[in-house]
């Protein structure tokens, strides 16, 4: 499940990117009421629509995990009317 809080400086958000890490297969992501969703060569998650700069929502998707234990990262890109978030880092 991933959280977005906020928009971007007062911009609402437009959409969300998550990018799956290797190893981590079958995504399904759950769908949401007014939004749309893609997927690239299972590698990426998109959901499309509208969330304004004070609200928040979670948006969830079902995956299979690798077989070897270890930290995943997963990289998720908030594109908003004016702006974007890259949540990029890694700890």
Request: hydrophobic share 40%; charged share 20%.
């Given at each position: ?8 400086e ?82």
């Amino acid at each position: 499940m991933f959280r977005v809080g906020h928009g971007c400086e007062g911009s609402p958000t437009q959409a969300i990117t998550v990018h799956l890490p290797p190893g981590v297969e079958h995504a399904h992501p759950m769908p949401k009421a007014g939004w749309s969703l893609a997927s690239a060569d299972a590698t990426q998650v998109s959901w499309r629509g509208a969330l304004a700069d004070a609200h928040y929502d979670e948006f969830v998707l079902r995956l299979k995990l690798p077989a070897q234990a270890g930290p995943l990262w997963f990289r998720v890109h908030q594109q908003c009317e004016r702006g974007a978030i890259d949540w990029a880092e890694q700890p």
